[in-house]
Each structure stands twice: as structure tokens, then as C-alpha cells.
């Protein structure tokens, strides 16, 4: 009886506020779920406009006059073969690496480039890391005339150098032997002297 004295716009009106209680509920069950994981999954629905902010961000800091270079394919950041051959490899390789503490996530990551930035997107890093924590552009490495200096490029779950989390877009000198925490993948900083 209630619904035949309801005009058309009450009717809208209360199938929108249903809708919205779902959502709401949805919403906040979703973020409980993840809260309980504790991970934070950077898949925002603004791709698009994060993309287009580091873009604009690489091409003023890089003094790039347009995209990515697409010369070089990115670097993938897998298991490696065995310690052994690892341990071979290093005492071969000169220049500074990233050594990786977690062997079954990332494998060593050489440093020999002068700016390199690390994340899950394949088209748009110079070294990709696989993982649900890592940020498509999660940070940034680059070499300057006294060192190693790392950037943490507004990643959703932080980047860490020797536990301290870093200030986002702000550039910290990276020490031979600290310790360096790209969301959950842990690395240890090794510069020789020579390419200090």
C-alpha cells in the first residue's frame, strides 16, 4: 500500500540510498580484509594520472624531452641461480650492486646506470621487482658526484634505509653496508670505493 502513495522521485531516492549502504558496506569490509593482511595493493583506480605525474616528474629531473627510454629492457628481479654462482658473479662485478637478503623474492641488482628507478611496471622502470607491495614506480637510484643517493617516489608502502623509513621525493645518501627496504624486499648496499 506504502509503495502505490510513493512518487517516482522517492522511489530513485530510496533505491540510491540503498546502493549507497552497499557500497559503504563493501567498502569498508574490503579495507578490513586488507587491513587483516596488513598489505596495501597500489592497483588505484587514478593509473592513469600517476603515470602521467612521474612521467612529467622523470622528464624534468632527467631533462628527457619525451617518454621512457625504451632502448633498454628493464632488468627482471627474480630468483637467482645458485649462492655460489651469486657469490662468483659478485667478486667479478666492480661496480656498486645492491645485494639481495632475500634470495627467493629478487636477485642482486647491479647499479650501473647513472638514474635508475625501481617498481612493478615493466614499461615504465629500469629494474622491475615483482611483489604486491611494490609500487609501479616505488623508487628511484641515482648517482652523483659524492655517491648513491635513493628517492622514494611516493610509494604507497615506503621505502627504507637502515629501518628509517624515507621522506617521499626527498634524496638520501646510501652508505656502503646500510641496509636498503623497498616495501618488504630487503637489500644490502654495496659501493666499492673505486665507484663511491
Known sequence: MILFQMDLTQILGMGFLCVSV???IHTSLEKRANEKRNIWFDEDPEAQSDDQFYQALRKELY???????????????????????????????PGPVLVSL??????DLPLNRDHLILGKSRS???????????SRKHARIERRMDGYYVTDLFSTNGTFLDGHRLESGQAVA????????IASTHFRVSIPEQAA
Open 124 to 134: 615504465q622502470c629500469d629494474i622491475v621487482l615483482s611483489g604486491d607491495t611494490i
Open 22 to 24: 552497499i557500497w559503504i
Open 102 to 107: 632475500d634470495k627467493d623474492r629478487s636477485q
Open 63 to 93: 631533462a628527457e624531452d619525451g617518454g621512457f627510454n625504451t632502448s633498454c629492457q628493464p632488468m627482471q628481479a627474480s630468483a637467482g641461480h645458485g649462492m655460489q654462482e651469486e657469490k662468483t658473479r659478485l667478486l667479478h662485478a
Open 174 to 181: 646510501m652508505k656502503d653496508g646500510a641496509q636498503l627496504t
